[in-house]
């Protein structure tokens, strides 16, 4: 089936570092998503993103999070600076619609923030 | 809230035989999607569901908004349908935001 790619598969840095995880969307895909799992805890929504905007973004999305997908090129998630409460793993996610649609999800990457 | 009540926690089958999980909604849900996570933690999807059932192979699955459920048959089990089994659903009103079930760990036994 379509493959959502993600890099790095892990990353470890130091609180307030600024760090960058990177999606590989599917081909023809025009939506985008993270989702942030802490140890223990269930996958959780963090911001869905098309044409360029924000269209929608959970309380988890703090101040410090932002998202951009340059020249159609890797969907990018930034944390800076990071906090030790940042430290889950991320899943990226794409969908050809807006509409009914199905999402497929990256292998996510594990961030531990020292 | 949780949004998605997700049942049984654990399950373990013997090999050919079956078994149903589900999920149900706290709020109206305008589409459901299952997955399984393989042992690597990669979701697979099985099912995209905004209304009524889907079956594929050994796994059926049924979605009723109206009734705030959706449930995933799994039938003759084998051991390689070992894993975790999650739901996540979509509100109305929601942009393609899922809300993901606690999961329900799968063991088939030989």
């Known amino acids: 089936g379509p493959k959502v790619l993600q890099i790095p598969s892990h990353q470890i840095i130091d609180m307030g570092q600024m760090v960058t995880l990177n999606c590989d969307p599917v081909s023809n895909h025009l939506y985008f998503y993270w989702y942030k799992q802490i140890l223990g805890q269930q996958m959780e929504f963090l911001v869905n993103f098309y044409n360029g905007k924000v269209m929608e973004k959970s309380k988890l999305f703090k101040d410090q999070f932002s998202v951009e997908r340059p020249d159609g090129s890797y969907f990018t998630l930034k944390i800076q600076p990071t906090a030790l409460e940042d430290s889950a793993v991320y899943f990226c996610a794409s969908s050809r619609t807006g509409g009914e649609d199905t999402q497929y999800f990256g292998p996510g990457t594990r961030l531990l923030v020292l | 809230g949780d949004q998605v009540e997700q049942s049984p926690s654990a399950l373990s089958l013997h090999e050919g035989t079956g078994s149903a999980l589900r999920c149900n909604f706290t709020?109206?849900?305008?589409?459901v999607q299952w997955f399984r996570k393989n042992s690597r933690g990669s979701l697979i999807n099985l099912f995209y569901l905004a209304s009524g059932t889907k079956e594929n192979g050994r796994l059926k699955s049924a979605f009723d908004s109206k009734e705030r459920y959706s449930t995933l048959h799994i039938r003759d089990a084998q051991l390689e349908d070992s894993g975790t089994y999650f739901c996540?659903?979509?509100?109305?009103?929601?942009?393609?935001?899922?809300?993901f079930g606690a999961g329900t760990r799968l063991a088939v036994c030989p």
């Open positions: 709020t109206t849900m305008r589409a």
């Open positions: 996540a659903a979509e509100a109305v009103g929601s942009f393609n935001k899922l809300t």
